[in-house]
């Protein structure tokens, strides 16, 4: 019986304890590190990770301490070390790349990286504080071991129909992985749903129609340019502004150089039982992976992307029972104003890419 309390004891405070204070404790633990030909590229929509400071800059007021959702210390902590879980629970090595989204600065990420067990990993990161009106961002963190950024530019997205209107950037790395393939990494969150499905449409057909811009500008240079697009795109794989302006294809058995492939289109054969996001009791998949095809035919020992290993993250602790519709649904940070404590409104999404021997 003293036993069993100790080790509750122990398990509350591993999850509950600041995160500077919960580093010390699970600093501990053993994570085996293989080293091996191949790493994993993670996306997360992180749902509204902010800190607790007021930035008068931005709308941030609802989370504040003294709001309506009482967005505190201890919450904020304990978002951090729930979003270092999914991490760390990502595989045997937590990921080469992740791509995050709805962030909303340095200061998360610095605490992200260095007061949790995270900072074991070294990750470093790049960011860019875009001209969202919420102040909610898109980020890439990389371990310096295995990739190596050499350019960085932050995508402006422009709506020529709606000058006013304010959204996030679209983030573009190019970097050496293995120290010897050349990677190009768009890191992606699309205009919301938020004003109206339809309405907003016309909103994500233009950051698609940018976003195209930006690879074939690529691949004019360099038609062997390896690419990877990652992000929450707020439309399906089927819809207009992926499959048509932007050109990401369903993969095939023949397979172009030159095209964009959607590796989560697959899912959709799944979706009754499992997406990226839940609305209204319907699974849908917002948060995907699409790769040129170089990465899918590439020479002898070049990298490559192994297609059946492009997955939704769907682990058990970042579901619960759907008490208002069937199946599971997300355990999130709120359930409308309600804290619940959980960890996303989204399921990460995930690729390995390896050496071609």
Known sequence: MIKFFLNLVALI??????????????????????????????????????????????????????????WTQKRYYNKLNNIYRVFISAGIQPPSLIGLCEI??????????????????????????SPDPRGIDVALLYRPDQFKPLQTQYIKIIFPFDTARKTREILY??????????????????????????????????????????????????????????????????DLSVSNDLGALNISNTVKESALYNLSAGWLKNVQNIGTIKFKGKWQIFDQIIVSGTLIKSSAKELICDINTAK???????????R??????????????????????HLPVYLDLCRNK
């Open 13 to 70: 405070l591993i999850f509950y304890l600041p995160a500077n204070t919960q580093s010390q404790k699970i600093k501990a633990n053993k994570v085996k590190f293989n080293n091996t030909d191949c790493f994993r590229i993670f996306f997360y929509n992180t749902e509204n990770f902010f800190d607790t400071i007021d930035d008068p800059k931005t709308e941030d007021n609802e989370f504040l301490p003294g709001s309506k959702r009482h």
């Open 104 to 129: 909303e600065n340095k200061s998360i990420l610095n605490d992200l990286t260095q007061k949790t067990p995270l900072i074991k990993f070294n990750y470093r990161y790049l960011h860019h504080d």
């Open 173 to 238: 790395v190019k970097g050496i992985a293995f120290k010897s393939d050349t990677l190009h990494v768009f890191v992606n969150h699309w205009p919301s749903r938020a004003r109206g499905q339809v309405e907003s449409i016309p909103y994500r057909e233009q950051t698609a129609r940018i976003l195209r811009h930006k690879v074939d500008s690529l691949s004019r240079l360099n038609a062997k340019n390896k690419i990877i697009i990652i992000g929450d795109f707020n439309d399906e794989p089927d």
């Open 312 to 322: 939704i993250f769907a682990a058990d602790f970042l579901l619960k029972d759907d």
């Open 324 to 345: 208002v519709y069937s199946g599971k649904t997300l355990f999130k940070t709120y359930t409308g104003f309600k804290y619940t404590g959980g960890f996303s409104d």
